[in-house]
């Protein structure tokens, strides 16, 4: 079964071929497993054909899906514990992708895919924070769009995806399970070193953004490839729009990916540039890969904000040392500078609640953290370690007593650095795909 990235589904034909079958695979590679997704492809497809009255040749059916588990060990300065999650670099998820052709060169499809998160990664956070108010999800929709292609015009789909720049900072030749963005502690609050540790509203996610943008429901247009390069284009529900260009070769010596993408959204009064790189080396398995992003906020609440940016890098090695798959080593640094900038913080005062404490006007976090991966090819498992640690810098101007909340931290004489605590985690864990 293909799971290519550019591999697509007929929501049209989700529902009448979902509901009649329960043979799914189970969350393990197998001959049984190989052999149930394989004769549902081929009922699959059969009942694909008859509903479409034979309008579409060639239809393809297929299920594909992945599971992916791991153990959270954290220290937040406050607490440390151990959490089981779902690992929201590659979450657990199951798909469904169908595509016809109506005549030669030209493609209809849709794709239905997923996931399921319980608890997701991203949303975990520590237990002793009375004050976070954010709920975990079970599961959610990750892809559910339609598209038609030609091999000459290129290919237009609707509905919910990612964007045209969305994914480019996450393009990574080398490691499956570590890129830019905060895939553990992005919902741990920010504590203080002040009396014993105390909370406050701000979150790493916050702080340290990959200037990523999650799927949404887009119109989006696709370039055929042309010596390696394919230039795309998406329009959002809203006025937010953006455009992108990648490029992809793999030669005797060297494989790349890349690409350079630019977004407008005039709603929420941003402008944000991003790009993201990664080259490998065939006969020695190194390999770097370079992202970063800036962005241009005019929404700040108080004070002009600066450009928000980010830039990260991630070098190892990547190579078939035993005969069961790649083994790949690598370390990673990450810089985020200037996010939330312009506005309010709070803090939890040892009463359980948050009060208002100043304006935010610096903020940078630093991210290092090493890991090594062993593939198993041929049963399709990833078998992962990570260490990762966090620390970061953050000023303000306290708000002074007699003021409004959002008059509040303006006195540039008051500028104050806080005691920031830092954040560690490791992680193990494996993915398995069938």
């Known amino acids: 079964m293909s799971r290519g990235r550019n591999t697509f589904a007929l929501l049209s034909l989700l529902s009448a071929t979902l509901g009649p079958f329960t043979c799914l695979a189970p969350a393990r590679a197998s001959d049984y497993a190989t052999q149930c997704c394989a004769e549902l492809d081929a009922r699959l497809e059969a009942l694909a054909s008859q509903v479409l009255n034979n309008s579409v040749e060639n239809v393809k059916v297929q299920i594909y899906g992945q599971v992916n588990r791991a153990i959270l060990f954290w220290k937040d300065g406050i607490d440390a514990k151990s959490t089981f999650v779902d690992n929201n670099t590659s979450s657990s998820r199951l798909g469904l992708i169908a595509q016809g052709s109506l005549r030669p060169g030209l493609t209809v499809g849709s794709r239905f895919e997923f996931e399921f998160v319980w608890p997701s990664s991203a949303q975990v956070f520590d237990p002793r924070n009375a004050t976070h108010d954010l709920s975990l999800t079970i599961g959610a929709v990750r892809q559910a769009y339609g598209f038609i292609s030609d091999e000459r015009l290129g290919m237009l789909s609707f509905g919910h995806q990612w964007s045209a720049s969305g994914d480019l900072t996450i393009i990574n030749l080398g490691a499956q399970m570590n890129d830019a963005v905060l895939h553990y502690n992005s919902a741990f609050s920010l504590g203080l070193k002040l009396a014993g540790g105390i909370f406050t509203d701000l979150r790493w996610g916050q702080l340290a953004e990959n200037v990523d943008i999650l799927r949404g429901q887009y119109l989006r247009y696709d370039t055929p490839s042309l010596f390696g390069f394919v230039a795309s284009a998406s329009i959002g529900l809203t006025d937010a729009w953006d455009v992108a260009l990648r490029y992809q070769a793999n030669g005797d010596l060297f494989r790349f990916a890349g690409g350079i993408g630019y977004r407008s959204d005039p709603e929420n009064r941003l402008n944000e540039l991003r790009a993201g790189a990664s080259l490998l080396h065939h006969s020695s398995g190194l390999y770097v890969t370079l992202a970063g992003a800036q962005r241009d906020d005019a929404l700040s609440s108080i004070i002009a904000q600066p450009p928000s940016y980010f ?29 939330n900038v312009g506005e309010l913080m709070s803090a939890d005062l040892a009463t359980n609640q948050l009060e208002v404490w100043g304006t935010l006007a610096q903020t940078e976090v630093r991210r290092r953290g090493l890991g090594i991966e062993q593939a198993f090819d041929d049963i399709g498992l990833l078998l992962y370690v990570q260490a990762h640690y966090y620390d970061a810098r953050i000023s303000g101007y306290p708000c002074n007593s007699g003021f409004l909340p959002k008059l509040c931290g303006v006195d540039p004489n008051q500028l104050t650095v806080l005691p920031i605590l830092p954040w560690e985690g490791f992680v193990a864990g494996a993915r398995i795909r069938f």
């Open 311 to 339: 830039g990260y890098v991630q070098a190892g090695i990547s190579k078939k040392w035993l005969p069961y798959g790649n083994t790949t080593a690598y370390g990673d640094f990450g810089l985020y500078k200037n996010f």
